[in-house]
């Protein structure tokens, strides 16, 4: 069986992954212990997270007329891919949280919904809070003036009573 053959598989599986992804982000894993790695691991599979590391050639092949295209220039030295198919920000904010532990583990660049980051842009974007944490957020910035509205109301009924 010639190469080319063998790597087919390979290169037609990462394509499957980040076909339908909302965000595939390319990390650089070198340097990290075997059991930071594994908690790594658990950490992204617990969030649903697909993370898998490929050889650069293969990644390269797999990213040829995608959008994930434009990390192509980023694929040099031990690189993994972590790819979230329902939440955008969740691999960049995983990642950059474990890496306050396991200072080797780096984000290297990240296309999210369509859209290519460098290093920095996907640093930002490893800020923003989870669609739950954002959701909650709202959720109390409109209980706020309603619950403020009722305490007004129940001082200016309990003036009257006095």
Do not use: H, W
């Amino acid at each position: 069986m010639a190469k080319v053959e063998l790597k087919k598989p390979i290169v037609e599986e990462i394509s499957q992954n980040i076909a339908d992804a909302e965000s595939v982000v390319l990390v650089n894993y070198s340097g990290l212990t075997v059991a930071q790695d594994t908690q790594l691991r658990k950490e992204l599979r617990e969030a649903g997270i697909i993370y898998k590391v490929y050889k650069n050639t293969m990644m390269n092949f797999a990213f040829q007329g995608t959008p994930c295209e434009a990390m192509c220039k980023d694929l040099d030295g031990t690189n993994a891919l972590a790819i979230s198919k329902t939440d955008a920000t969740a691999p960049a904010r995983i990642i950059a949280k474990f890496a306050k532990t396991a200072p080797k583990l780096e984000l290297v660049a990240g296309v999210v919904e369509g859209g290519y980051y460098d290093q920095n842009g996907i640093k930002a974007l490893a800020e923003v809070p989870s669609r739950e944490e954002l959701l909650g957020k709202l959720l109390r910035s409109i209980q706020s003036p309603i619950a403020n509205f009722a305490r007004v109301i129940s001082q200016i009924a309990e003036a009257k009573e006095a």
